[in-house]
């Protein structure tokens, strides 16, 4: 078994897109404002723009993402993008992190948050010294954006698709030594609650046999209220790294169990943090870390 862990609404909306990958100027499906969800909870006024889930364009689109993304990586844009948004990430947001030191300071890892927001990318990374790798949605790739995305660390996952050229994109990096950030829900929950692993976190946990970082992100489930001026304090808590047993062909069930365990840390991280707070969330890390340094101080027992 491949378990052996070390603790280290109303109506839809349909986009109708073109060949180019554009969306098409007429909706179809239910009535209401083009590519929005009409709000789900009583009394909000929250829309959210419609989910695609299949992306129509040719795997040939995405190539050169892939080859760029296998062959070099983050340049100038991302530490331009870092200039700009951490300001707006650590004032607005008042984003912190807890044990980043979890992180490993070389070498190949696998970064898995869980994901409310967009904006989660960004929270994820912030507060790290070493440049990341964001296996992301295919349809976020359109101009101008694509040009970010490529210079930027980001390499596509085909939407709706069997998708091997993104495995192949995770693995190339992680065998440079890589970090790669990879949701285990594979999409952005818009429940404002967690959502349920999927089985590709787990593949390539299994596949690579590196070191996967569970990750909380607490807040960014109401980062969208910034468009109504709230700002929401976001709180990222990086867990105790796990490994797998390396396995070359692991089964979709295999996969699911290895997704699921990480997840079960996630969800405990993050409820701690909404249960308990920022605050003492910290103090508990700080009290866990001392009490760590204390015991490799103590001589061993015979």
């Given at each position: 078994?491949?378990l052996?862990?070390?603790q280290?609404?109303t109506?839809?909306?349909?986009?109708?897109?073109?060949?180019?990958g554009?969306?098409?100027s007429?909706?179809?499906?239910?009535?209401?404002?083009?590519g929005?969800?009409?709000p789900?909870?009583p009394g909000?006024?929250l829309?959210v723009k419609?989910q695609?889930?299949?992306d129509?364009?040719p795997?040939e689109?995405?190539?050169?993402?892939?080859?760029r993304?296998r062959?070099r990586g983050p340049?100038w844009v991302y530490?331009?993008?870092?200039?700009?948004l951490?300001p707006?990430i650590l004032?607005l947001f008042?984003?912190?992190?807890?044990d980043?030191?979890n992180?490993?300071?070389?070498?190949?890892?696998i970064?898995?948050?869980?994901h409310?927001?967009f904006?989660?990318?960004f929270?994820?990374?912030v507060?790290?010294?070493r440049?990341?790798r964001?296996?992301?949605?295919?349809?976020?790739?359109k101009r101008p954006m694509?040009?970010?995305?490529?210079?930027?660390?980001?390499?596509?996952?085909r939407?709706?698709?069997?998708?091997?050229e993104a495995?192949d994109t995770?693995?190339t990096?992680?065998?440079r030594?890589?970090l790669v950030?990879?949701?285990?829900?594979?999409?952005?929950s818009?429940s404002?609650?967690?959502?349920?692993?999927?089985?590709?976190?787990g593949?390539?946990?299994?596949?690579?046999?590196?070191?996967?970082?569970p990750?909380a992100?607490?807040?960014?489930?109401?980062a969208?209220?910034?468009?109504?001026?709230r700002?929401?304090?976001?709180?990222?808590?990086y867990g105790k790294?796990?490994?797998?047993e390396?396995v070359e062909?692991?089964?979709k069930e295999?996969?699911?169990?290895?997704s699921e365990?990480?997840?079960?840390?996630?969800h405990?991280?993050?409820?701690?943090l909404?249960r308990?707070?920022?605050?003492?969330?910290?103090?508990a890390?700080r009290?866990a870390?001392r009490?760590a340094?204390a015991a490799?101080?103590?001589?061993a027992?015979r």
């Open positions: 078994m491949i052996a862990i070390d280290g609404t109506g839809t909306t349909c986009i109708v897109f073109d060949e180019r554009r969306p098409s007429t909706p179809a499906g239910g009535p209401g404002k083009k929005v969800t009409q789900r909870d909000s006024t829309r419609e695609v889930y299949k129509p364009r795997a689109y995405f190539t050169r993402f892939h080859e993304a062959s340049d530490d331009l993008t870092r200039v700009i951490t707006y004032l008042r984003a912190r992190c807890i980043s030191d992180i490993p300071a070389e070498g190949p890892a970064i898995a948050p869980n409310f927001s904006l989660d990318h929270f994820v990374a507060y790290l010294r440049k990341v964001f296996m992301a949605k295919s349809q976020l790739f694509q040009f970010i995305y490529r210079h930027g660390g980001v390499f596509p996952i939407r709706g698709h069997h998708d091997e495995f995770a693995h990096v992680l065998e030594g890589g950030v990879m949701y285990a829900e594979a999409g952005r818009r404002r609650k967690l959502g349920k692993p999927r089985h590709g976190l593949r390539l946990a299994l596949e690579s046999g590196v070191p996967v970082v990750t992100i607490a807040g960014s489930e109401a969208r209220d910034w468009k109504r001026l700002f929401p304090k976001v709180t990222i808590h790294p796990v490994r797998f390396r062909e692991p089964t295999q996969a699911q169990a290895a365990a990480v997840f079960e840390e996630v405990r991280l993050h409820t701690a909404r308990d707070g920022r605050r003492r969330a910290i103090q890390a009290a870390r009490a340094e490799g101080r103590q001589p027992v």
